[in-house]
């Protein structure tokens, strides 16, 4: 199969901000001008440290203005019409990336620090870093699970060059694509996209995961992603497979409905699959979306996260998977992260893995 080719054409907004086309053909003409008068945009991001939980905390209180929920005919993701001058100036497009206009992180120079704690106690930092948003299509009203397979694999592209691209920006340490989908969970534009960080630090899920992996290396020899890895293919909660991708509800899962996607072999991030792996990734993916869909009626609030390795540490074991999220434990009913879960960071799941793997995978699709 000749590998799928997607064509970038670099342009600026009216504010300075980059936005870039990623389009399935050659040759588009992507000269239109964005001719909205914009404010420059202001950002004054700073991360602090929090000396008790060993964690950066960023503090960015720019983003209380930004724009909640709009009419469709005013989407801002949507294309430019002549009524509505939106974040995209063209008038069609397939795959668009751009920077953030309200950016949790902005700007170049040092990380915040790699490892281990500053020396100041209240450390505070410039919020370096780039905050991204992706458009997966130019219809409003998509989803991911009903995109062609041909733009699927164009937005793995996408994440795929965007994780190369903000990985080499000053300061990066750790690159992370995800989605938001669902007023449940805060999202603030209906529109089907996504959202890149590039953080000035290791986050604190993949920091405490890296220690729990040179542990377990430590102590027992061996990956310990693979060893997971291994009870699950084929194992009760399991619920897609192929050649190249296994897709299972974790034997910890915390959230009501929580699936795993692992390539089968070893890589530290996106740029590092092969060709094939890619192909094998969409079916697999749209089949666990669709599965989750289909489990309840009714439009599922769903996170969908890329855990890849950070620029410069862990690279070495690190195993890239994506894991898929939702809070929707029954119709109508939502998990929220209460007491336990937001105080203690003890979760407590009121479904089991098991049963809601068999429901998953008796899922007509
Ligand atoms: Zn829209």
């Not at 995209?88 to 497009?93: F, L, T, V």
């Not at 034997?251 to 009501?256: E, S, Y």
């Not at 929707?328 to 009913?333: E, M």
């Given at each position: 199969m000749a590998s799928h080719q997607v064509y970038p054409t670099s342009t600026t907004l009216a504010d300075g901000r980059e936005l870039i086309y990623f389009d399935e053909s050659p040759g588009v003409d992507r000269s239109a001008p964005d001719s909205r008068d914009l404010p420059t945009v202001e950002h004054h991001s700073q991360v602090r440290y929090d000396a008790l939980a060993g964690e950066w905390v960023a503090i960015a209180g720019h983003r209380q203005t930004r724009t909640y929920l709009p009419p469709a005919n005013l989407c801002p993701l949507c294309p430019s019409t002549p009524e509505n001058a939106s974040e995209?100036?063209?008038?069609?497009?397939d795959v668009v990336v751009f920077e953030n206009r309200f950016p949790s992180f902005a700007g170049s120079g040092p990380a915040a620090g790699t490892a281990g704690e500053p020396a100041d106690l209240t450390a505070t930092r410039p919020g370096n870093g780039r905050c991204e948003v992706v458009c997966f299509t130019s219809d409003h009203h998509a989803t991911m699970s009903q995109l062609p397979a041909s733009r699927v694999r164009t937005v793995l592209d996408v994440w795929t060059d965007r994780t190369r691209a903000l990985g080499q920006h000053e300061g990066v340490e750790q690159v992370f694509c995800f989605e938001n989908r669902g007023i449940?969970?805060?999202?603030?534009?209906?529109?089907?996209h996504g959202q890149i960080y590039g953080y000035p630090f290791v986050t604190p899920v993949t920091a405490r995961m890296l220690e729990q992996v040179a542990a377990h290396r430590e102590a027992h020899g061996g990956n310990l992603f693979a060893e997971l890895l291994a009870r699950e293919?084929?194992?009760?909660?399991?619920?897609a497979a192929n050649e190249h991708w296994v897709a299972f509800v974790p034997?910890?899962?915390?959230?009501?409905i929580e699936v795993h996607l692992y390539p089968r072999r070893r890589v530290p991030?996106?740029?590092?699959?092969?060709d094939g792996e890619r192909d094998a990734f969409v079916p697999i993916y749209r089949e666990a979306l669709l599965r989750m869909e289909g489990l309840i009626p009714e439009p599922l609030p769903l996170i969908t996260a890329w855990h890849q390795a950070p620029v410069r540490t862990g690279r070495e074991d690190w195993w890239m998977h994506l894991r898929l999220t939702s809070i929707?434990?029954?119709?109508?009913?939502i998990k929220y992260l209460a007491g336990s879960e937001s105080a203690m960071g003890a979760f407590i799941n009121d479904t089991t893995p098991e049963s809601v793997a068999v429901s998953l995978r008796e899922v007509a699709l």
């Open positions: 995209i100036p063209a008038s069609g497009y449940e969970i805060g999202v603030t534009l209906d529109h089907p293919i084929d194992g009760p909660r399991q619920i034997f910890a899962a915390r959230w009501p991030d996106l740029p590092a699959l092969t929707r434990r029954a119709p109508g009913k």
